[in-house]
Nanobody, 122 residues
Framework: QVQVVESGGGLVQTGGSLRLSCAGSGRTFSSYGVGWFRQAPGKEREFVAGISYYQYYTDSVKGRFTISRDNAKNTVYLQMNSLKPEDTAVYYC??????????????????WGQGTQVTVSS
């Protein structure tokens, strides 16, 4: 069983930065593709960024967000800069052995964290 735990959310002003962390358990986590998704109230969950052999970003965050991983710590990070109010959402980390293709699809992932709230004030 793989446990995935997000942290690092909070309240920031427009233009500010946050770094989200996704900590995974087990030796297999480092071999999994990992994605970040977000869901605003009343809206569909959307792909934000993913990392496997490459890094992938949705267009709306490209140039502002950076996904990276530290396998020694079993942790994936999402550095979020130049935050905008439209970035406000619950952010979820997801991982799975099949997450090297179709990374933008939520059903690709097997393991999900509980979510961490990111709020960007106007």
């Amino acid at each position: 069983q793989v446990q995935v735990v997000e942290s690092g959310g909070g309240l920031v002003q427009t233009g500010g930065s946050l770094r989200l962390s996704c900590a995974g358990s087990g030796r297999t986590f480092s071999s999994y593709g990992v994605g970040w998704f977000r869901q605003a109230p009343g809206k569909e969950r959307e792909f934000v960024a993913g990392i496997s052999y490459y890094q992938y970003y949705t267009d709306s965050v490209k140039g502002r967000f950076t996904i990276s991983r530290d396998n020694a710590k079993n942790t994936v990070y999402l550095q979020m800069n130049s935050l905008k109010p439209e970035d406000t959402a619950v952010y979820y980390c997801a991982a799975g052995p099949k997450a090297t293709m179709r990374m933008r699809a939520a059903d690709t992932y097997d393991y999900w964290g509980q979510g961490t709230q990111v709020t960007v004030s106007s």
